[in-house]
């Protein structure tokens, strides 16, 4: 039960940094296409009319991207807490309506200590190396 538990946080953790990872780009992508947009228009052979028009588009285009991108990560974020509620449920009755000796605990503790080294010696297999 404790090692279940430990491990749901664990994963609770790789989605927050996940999710962090994710909202970061979807910002990095708007202000890279806000930019890039904004360029593109000022240095097109148009008139000003043509290229304030222009700028206000790309303007409402790319806020609309925002958006949704922020909408979509709600959605998420949304469906990872209820999850999480129901797993955090899920494990608070199993410890509640179990009784543990400290020789199972200690047992428990042992097996995710080794998972855990486990699991941080694959990714750092996993991590692609940089090059320099």
């Known amino acids: 039960m404790v090692n279940k538990f430990?491990?749901?946080?664990r994963r609770r953790?790789?989605?927050e940094k996940?999710?962090?990872t994710a909202k970061n780009i979807a910002v990095g992508t708007a202000i890279g296409?806000?930019?890039g947009a904004v360029t593109g228009v000022l240095f097109a052979p148009k008139s000003g009319k043509e290229t304030r028009e222009d700028i206000a588009n790309?303007?409402?285009e790319v806020a609309g991207n925002i958006k949704e991108t922020v909408n979509e990560q709600v959605e998420v974020a949304k469906k990872i807490q209820g999850k999480v509620k129901d797993?955090?449920?899920?494990v608070y009755t199993d410890i509640k309506g179990k009784k543990h000796t400290p020789e199972e605990l200690e047992d428990d503790v042992d097996?995710?200590?080794e998972e855990d080294i486990i699991?941080?010696?694959e990714s750092e297999d996993n991590t692609p190396e940089e090059d320099s």
């Open 6 to 9: 430990l491990h749901e946080k």
């Open 13 to 15: 953790a790789r989605r």
């Open 18 to 20: 996940n999710l962090e």
């Open 33 to 35: 296409t806000f930019l």
């Open 58 to 60: 790309k303007t409402k």
């Open 87 to 90: 797993e955090i449920k899920q």
């Open 111 to 113: 097996i995710i200590i």
């Open 119 to 121: 699991e941080t010696k």
